[in-house]
Structure formats: C-alpha cells, structure tokens
T-cell receptor, first 114, second 117 residues
Framework: EPEVTQTPSHQVTQMGQEVILRCVPISNHLYFYWYRQILGQKVEFLVSFYNNEISEKSEIFDDQFSVERPDGSNFTLKIRSTKLEDSAMYFC????????????FGPGTRLTVL | AQKVTQAQTEISVVEKEDVTLDCVYETRDTTYYLFWYKQPPSGELVFLIRRNSFDEQNEISGRYSWNFQKSTSSFNFTITASQVVDSAVYFCALTKGGSSNTGKLIFGQGTTLQVKP
C-alpha cells in the first residue's frame, strides 16, 4: 500500500541553525501539507501546497519557514533559523485529486532544538 | 472561525467496556467535513472516518460507530467492546467545504484513551 515517507525520523539541531525536513508524498497525490505537534498537544496546521504554490499558511508559518517541491517526488519544509519553540513533531501529509478525501500522514520527524 | 473541542482529555476503561469520545465543532460554513484520526503510541496519524455536513447518517464499521448530529454540532465516536489495541490518542478534525477550501484540517485537542486488560 502506498505511504507517505519522511526523513529523518529524528533531527537534533542547535538554535539558530537551518533545518530541512523531507517528505515523499504518495505519488499520484496533488495536495500536500505540513502540520506540527508539540509534545502532548494537538496537531496544528502549518501550510498547504497545491500546483507548486502555497494555498494557505497559518500564523505559525512565518518568514522563517518555507516549503518546496523541488522535483516530482519530494516535498520539503525548511526552517531558516530554528528557535527552541520549534521543537515538535512535524508531519507531512498528502491527499489525492479530491480535496476532501482523507489526508495520508507520514510517520513524522521529531525536531529537537537545543 | 472554525474550532473543534474534545472536552475529554483522558479516558480510562477496562477491556470490553464501551466508550464514547465526544467531539463538538464550530463553523459558519454550510459545507464542511469532519474526520476522526487515531494516533497510537507509535506516533503516526491513522485516518478512521470522513463525514460531510450533508450526510447525517450514523456509520458503523466493526466495533466503531459514529454519531453525527448537526443540531448539537457534535460528531461523537463510540468504540464497542474496547480492546487494549484501541489505546491511543484520538483526534477529531474539521475542514471547510466550498471553493475556498485548501484542505486545512483544524484538529481538536485529542482524547487519550487507555484500555486496561
């Protein structure tokens, strides 16, 4: 069964460093998302991406964040200068041509900022 | 603004008990979609069900059932004869319908269900 994959599973970085979280969505999907979950809290929307551009972003997704689909398979989230409060689990998700269908989530990348 | 509230933070039951997880939502949209996701201890998010605002029929899938009531803005989830493997965090989520939708999911705070043997 097709699945969303994410790498790395765990990333440790120093405050102020740049990180890139990588995702490979399901191949025929058209809509891509990033969410984050601070430990023990709810899942929060960061950004949605369709047709090679951002369709919506949350207040959390400030100028330090960017997304890219550099080729036909990868979908990346970059944090330019990490802060302590960026420590969280980051989930990538994708859905197919029906926007209202289920979103398939990846296993997540745990980001720890020291 | 859209909002999802799961008032039950944690529920603990003994195996074979029935348990209902509550979800109350707020939206001004006439078209919207509701979801339930399960997050087991391993951490991934697993889709359970999707419901659109025009379909108020209850749904049953094995031991799982869902009760959608627009009159009370609720979309509750019942597990019948719970099992230890049902132990997880369960999230209710909402997305708006219509042409302005981007697929953004608004999640509730989650309910941690512990099923004891």
């Amino acid at each position: 069964e097709p699945e969303v994959t994410q790498t790395p599973s765990h990333q440790v970085t120093q405050m102020g460093q740049e990180v890139i979280l990588r995702c490979v969505p399901i191949s025929n999907h058209l809509y891509f998302y990033w969410y984050r979950q601070i430990l023990g809290q709810k899942v929060e929307f960061l950004v949605s991406f369709y047709n090679n551009e951002i369709s919506e972003k949350s207040e959390i997704f400030d100028d330090q964040f960017s997304v890219e689909r550099p080729d036909g398979s990868n979908f990346t989230l970059k944090i330019r200068s990490t802060k302590l409060e960026d420590s969280a689990m980051y989930f990538c998700a994708s859905s197919d041509r029906d926007l209202y269908n289920e979103q398939f989530f990846g296993p997540g990348t745990r980001l720890t900022v020291l | 603004a859209q909002k999802v509230t799961q008032a039950q933070t944690e529920i603990s039951v003994v195996e074979k008990e029935d348990v209902t997880l509550d979800c109350v939502y707020e939206t001004r949209d006439t078209t919207y979609y509701l979801f339930w996701y399960k997050q087991p201890p391993s951490g991934e998010l697993v889709f359970l069900i999707r419901r659109n605002s025009f379909d108020e029929q209850n749904e049953i899938s094995g031991r799982y059932s869902w009760n959608f009531q627009k009159s009370t803005s609720s979309f509750n989830f019942t597990i019948t004869a719970s099992q230890v493997v049902d132990s997880a965090v369960y999230f209710c989520a909402l997305t708006k319908g219509g042409s302005s939708n981007t697929g953004k999911l608004i999640f509730g705070q989650g309910t941690t269900l512990q099923v004891k043997p």
